[in-house]
């Protein structure tokens, strides 16, 4: 089910949670998760503060078969099986998305070097990103969780990709920071 598709958090619990208490478990985190939004909007709304919980959302919709991870270098945001996951969020409507490591993002620490070697080495630029981004991950999920204006959690987006296919995707005009999104759902479909 994790190679390659789109589906949505709902669709996901649905499919891989067999036991009424699974899902009872699940449907209690999506009504608190519902009740942040009402009461905590700007909490649910930022990527920065909301990313963790979404990331349980699914791992728990998946009935467990994606793992928690963690953030930063030593832990991937979540596992299937041995296989390192990595999430990255996308505004739905949109054709683009930032998936290099959130180090690459803005002026972020990795930005000032990486904007260096685009200038004297763009080889070793684009080395340089994918050594810092995709080389250590297996798999993405996408979420459709940009500027997310309180969509209820079963209603979200993902799509899985393995890496490859993400990176086949990648817009060179980018520097290689983003996917094509457009490009990538016509494979995937």
């Not at 999430?87 to 290099?100: M, Q």
Request: aromatic residues 12%.
């Amino acid at each position: 089910m994790f190679n390659n598709c789109i589906t949505t958090i709902g669709s996901m619990a649905d499919e891989c949670l067999k036991t009424p208490s699974e899902m009872r478990h699940f449907d209690k985190m999506v009504e608190t998760w519902n009740s942040l939004s009402e009461y905590y909007p700007a909490f649910v709304q930022s990527g920065r503060s909301s990313y963790i919980g979404v990331q349980e959302l699914i791992c728990r919709a998946s009935g467990n078969r994606l793992k928690y991870g963690g953030q930063g270098n030593s832990a991937p945001d979540f596992w299937i099986g041995s296989r390192w996951g990595e999430t990255k969020s996308f505004v739905p409507g949109k054709t683009t998305a930032h998936v290099a490591a959130s180090s690459f993002f803005a002026k972020n620490c990795k930005v000032p070097e990486h904007r260096a070697l685009l200038h004297t080495n763009p080889d070793a630029a684009k080395k340089f990103l994918f050594e810092h981004s995709y080389d250590k991950n297996d798999i993405y999920c996408l979420t459709g969780t940009g500027e997310n204006k309180g969509i209820s959690p079963r209603d979200i987006e993902l799509i899985f990709v393995d890496k490859d296919l993400l990176v086949s995707c990648l817009t060179s005009t980018s520097n290689f920071k983003e996917v094509n999104l457009t490009k990538l759902r016509k494979i995937i479909y």
